[in-house]
């Protein structure tokens, strides 16, 4: 069993922890002329997305806290360490994308029934620069979109590029046609664009704060991998679960056909050795049995039911 994360997912965390400080810094100078440039041309597109701005910021600030203690090693009190906070911080930031998301829903009804002038000049120059920035926001994410805090930074610049696309093509719209209406048409238009992937990553926030197994390991898959190592009878009481994107742990009984303390610690090396290279699982505990489920709570004659966390069938379990 690995006591400690491994230094190369530090090393991640470290390494993504900078990239979100330098975007920090960049988001804070769009905000600033997007913010400005909205009071300027009355546009509520630049309006609704210097706000989602604002709340990037503050979101990306939660985010490199979270990054931050995350790295923070083990302890008495938090024994699988503090990775957990990086996903709490994420769950944070999508929520509150998704209640700015509705705002600007409810802004864009109001501009609706209250048209106002907006100058297209100052949307097709805005979103220009806000492009600019963005792309390099996302090229600067895009390799660590792995750990969940900078995935969900990265999808919502790659949001704001498509969204700044639409300003400007709004802006060109309107300066052509007169067609003020686009505006708003297209505010709503990016405020579902918002709520879509802030919903998203919301969810699979929650998927991982409820120890649900990652989407990218196969149960059956892992069970017959080990299983071809040889010398495995049965795989059976697995749990898998996510501390944060990046780090994974598992547990399993596993029984064998030669039941001795040296071909224990081989198979053990073996096992780990697979779980990482195949399923980047980096934190694992295994527990050899001499038969199948030999030592689970339903193997016991004196337990009438079931363990309702042992997800493996069993006959009593029917009666239940």
């Given at each position: ?13 470290k390494?993504?922890?900078k990239?979100?400080?330098y975007?920090?810094?960049l ?14 041309t ?8 210097s ?18 203690i995350?790295?923070?090693?083990a ?8 990775y ?19 705002y ?51 999808l ?5 590029a ?13 300066y052509?046609?007169?067609l ?9 238009i ?41 010398g495995?009878?049965?795989v ?8 944060s ?33 195949k399923?980047?699982?980096?934190h ?14 339903h ?9 309702n ?12």
């Open positions: 069993m690995n006591e400690r994360a491994p230094q190369s997912s530090n090393y991640g965390f390494k993504s922890e990239k979100v400080f975007t920090v810094i988001v804070s100078i769009i905000f600033v002329g997007k913010f400005t440039g909205a009071f300027m009355h546009s509520l597109a630049l309006f609704s997305d706000w989602h701005l604002l709340t990037d910021i503050a979101s990306l600030l939660i985010s490199f806290w979270g990054l931050k995350a790295t923070k090693p302890n008495c009190k938090y024994t699988f360490g503090y957990r906070f990086s996903i709490l911080t994420a769950l944070v930031n999508n929520l509150s994308l998704i209640i700015i998301s509705i600007i829903f409810y802004k864009a009804i109001l501009r609706y029934f209250n048209p106002v002038d907006v100058q297209p000049v100052g949307m097709i120059i805005f979103s220009i620069l806000g492009l600019i920035v963005n792309t390099i926001i996302v090229l600067n994410l895009r390799d660590n979109s792995s750990n969940m805090n900078v995935k969900s930074v990265f919502h610049f790659l949001g704001d498509l969204s700044d696309i639409g300003v400007l093509i709004g802006g060109v719209i309107i052509f046609t007169h003020s209406g686009v505006d708003t048409l297209l505010s709503s990016l405020a579902c664009l918002i709520l879509r992937n802030a919903f998203k990553m919301a969810v699979e926030c929650i998927k991982i704060l409820l120890e649900a197994a990652p989407e990218e390991v196969c149960i059956d898959d892992l069970k017959k991998s080990i299983k071809d190592l040889g495995v009878v049965e059976t009481d697995v749990h898998i679960w996510s501390l994107k990046e780090i994974l742990s598992m547990t399993a009984h596993i029984s064998l056909k030669e039941y001795n303390i040296g071909n224990c610690e081989v198979k053990l090396h073996d096992i780990q050795h697979l779980l990482k290279d399923f980047n699982i980096d694992s505990t295994i527990q050899f049995e001499q038969c199948t489920c030999g030592s689970c709570f193997s016991k004659p004196d337990h009438k039911y079931c363990c966390m042992c997800i493996d069938k069993c006959e009593k379990s029917k009666n239940y």
